[in-house]
């Protein structure tokens, strides 16, 4: 646990083939908050799921709270998983975080609905 008592927490679970690029997701539940006091702890979640796969899709069904700094890290991660010929979505964003992310002109990361089919 941090300083800060807040958790963040992932478990990792790959899921069936993709029917595009014949691939794995590899699904990332994040659990608490990403934000700037989580910061080292988001970065080595996502440093250490891009590593397992280079496509990517964060939970966030039971996302607390996310800032910045947070939003940051996934975009720095989906540039590093397209670098390496994948990609990353997010899935189940809550509203509240929802409006953040397309008023920030974010909305390409919430392409999960095309990839929870294929998943």
Aim: avoid cysteine; hydrophobic fraction near 40%.
């Amino acid at each position: 646990m941090s300083a800060t008592g807040k958790v963040l927490k992932h478990r990792p679970m790959t899921s069936k083939p993709a029917r595009s690029g014949g691939g794995r997701f590899l699904h990332v539940p994040i659990i608490g908050h990403a934000t700037v006091h989580l910061h080292d702890d988001l970065k080595q979640t996502l440093r250490s799921a891009v590593r397992q796969s280079s496509r990517l899709v964060l939970d966030l069904a039971d996302l607390d709270e996310i800032d910045m700094t947070g939003l940051q890290l996934f975009l720095t991660a989906r540039r590093e998983a397209r670098e390496a010929g994948g990609d990353l979505y997010l899935d189940n964003v809550p509203a509240r975080h929802e409006m953040k992310i397309r008023l920030l002109g974010l909305a390409d990361l919430l392409r999960a609905g095309e990839t929870r089919a294929a998943a």
